[in-house]
Structures are given as structure tokens and as C-alpha cells.
């Protein structure tokens, strides 16, 4: 048995002593007593984790999800192995509002990756359907054309014969129809998630009631935190069991302002990337549908400036909010444990951790003075 001392796991107090047996698999985590030595391999306080969990990708190698026709397969699965290089362990692959005809063949093409998983391979969750049901004057990069009202009927044309591969729906819940469409899906354990939305707080409030369970990019096409008019942000900070997604690239969200969400709701914060189809790819002109699509230094926009999304990966967007002046140990929890919360995995880091080859976990360190990843084997 090697063994692996003075250890830290996300979101949870104390340090540890982490056993790893001659398979080279997590087979022991014993807490250690406060100011204990025990025997082992020293991390000096170096963090543990499972890999990333990103719940808003859209696309990346030039892929976009929305736009998977067969013949992509190949490239989708090239796109899972980079994933992986890359600290994530599973995606919801995000379909933002396209035409019916093509969001139902991209979910054909990802039921077909989903089959041909194997070890060592990013894992396709339910699909997270990023619309059509928007508020027009929220709906940022969306085509207008491909919004849709809010109803039961919409809904089923989409998803029918897909319900059990979708994870995540965005919606706008003040539309007029929204509440029969989350009670829907929430009846088929899907999680809804408010965003593209001109909710205020008592609507925000309403729609929570209602098992709403998250924000989508929180701040980003919906209203802002303000003093007066406390928005949907300030409803979910009051719920308490509301996760909010915060794309931290510091330019769809303020770093400062990263950082105090982080500090008033650290239970609550989970990480996304927002990655576009360039991810993986160099910055300078790209398409998105029909349209150019900018990227640099990592941020997307169309031609007419609408920020679009980035090109970042998932754990860059940890080591940005914990040198921003964020809680490290948070900010990890926020891109291992919490998407996973969000799914309704309840279980702790250990217990998630324990049975994994050590090679498939991530070894955080802040002792050079900015935080680092690297595998833990």
C-alpha cells in the first residue's frame, strides 16, 4: 500500500492520509488528527480531487453541438479524449436554440458517442437544451428565429424519444406557458435552470418555488444585482439551495464580482466553461451557424460585438477565480463537486474518491503562489 499524507480534499475540513493499494486505486482516506505526521508521501497540504464536471459546453475542435450531423462522430470522440487531457471527466453536452430538425439530429449523434464511451474518455451526460424557450430581449447570440412559447406540446416535439438523455433545460420561467413546461420536466427528473431571462426577484422567487435549480451563466441575459431591483441573483442567494453557474474568463463576469459571489454562496457557485466550437482551436475568425464568430484571448463575440462565450477551459476558469483573490478550496469544489450536486449526486469528496485509480484525480497545488493542476498519478 503506498500512502499519501497530509492531504487536502475539496470542501471538507482537515487534511488526510490517502491509501492507494498495488492496482494503483483509492482504496482508504482516513482523516488525520489535527498536527499529525503520519507516515507517507508528504503533499504538504496539496489538494485532492475527482476530475471536472463542466454543465455548459457547447462545442469544441470546431464542432458545434447544435450542429452534429453523422459524419462528426469521429471528431466528437476526438473532442471526449481532449476533455479528458484537459481535467474533465463528463460534460452536458449544451444545445443553444437552433431549429428543431437539427437539435433532434444532434441528439441522435450523441446517443451514438454516448455508446462508443470507454475509460480514459470525457463522458457525455443528458444533453443540457440551452433554450428555445428565452425572453427575445435576453436572448444574447440565440437566433431570434428559433425561439419558441413555452408549452408542453413544444417541449415533446423536441425531447420525445430523447427524455432519458437530457439532463439540463434553460428557460425563461416568466413566460407565459413557462410553469407547465417546468413542471414537466422537473416531473421527469430533469433540472431546469433559469436563464436568457427577464425574470425579476418575485418571479425568480416564484420559479424556484416551483423547482427551478439553478442559474444559467449567473448576471449574463438576465437582470443584474442592483440595490433596488434585486433580480433573479439575489432570489437565488435568499433560496439557499440554488446553484449558480459563473463562467469565471473575467470578462462575462467582473472578477471582482466573481469573488464576492464565491464569498457570499460558496455552496452554491458551480464553474462552467461556456466553451464555444473554437475551443481547442487557435483565437482569430471562426463560424458559428452562418455567422462569424471573433475569438481572442480566449472570449468569443459575433461581429456585432454580443460576447458569445469563450474558448477557455473548465479548470482554467478555477485557477482564475482562486487568483482573483477567491477561496482555492472553493473554487475546486466548484468545478469537481458541485456540478455534480446540481445533477443530484450527494456524496462527498471521499466517498467520490474512493475506488478511483489514482491516475484519473487531480493533484491541486497553491505553494508556488498561484493555483495549479496536474494529475495525481
Partial sequence: MLWLSSVRLPATEGRWRVGVDQQQRISSLQPLAEGCEAAGDNWHGDWLSPMGVDLQINGGLGLAFPELQPEDLPQLLK???HLWQDGVEAIAPTLVTCSMADLRQALVVLREAREQHQAGRCRLLGAHLEGPFLAEARRGAHPREHLATPSVEQLERRISGFESEIALVTLAPELKGADTVIARLRQRGIVVSLGHSEANES???QAFAQGVGMLTHAFNAMPGLHHRAPGPVAAAALHGRVHLGLIADGVHVAP???????????????????????????DGIHRWDARALIVKNGSCRLEDGTLAGVTLPLLEG???LAGWGGNADQAIAAATLRPRRVLGEASSAAELLLGEPLAHTLRWSDRSGALQWQWAA
Fill in 79 to 81: 473532442l471526449l479524449d
Fill in 256 to 282: 471582482a464580482m466573481a469573488v464576492l459571489l464565491q464569498r457570499l454562496l460558496p455552496e452554491q457557485v458551480v464553474l462552467v466553461s461556456d466553451a464555444l466550437a473554437p475551443y481547442g482551436l487557435s
Fill in 318 to 320: 478555477v485557477r482564475r
Fill in 203 to 205: 418571479q425568480a422567487a
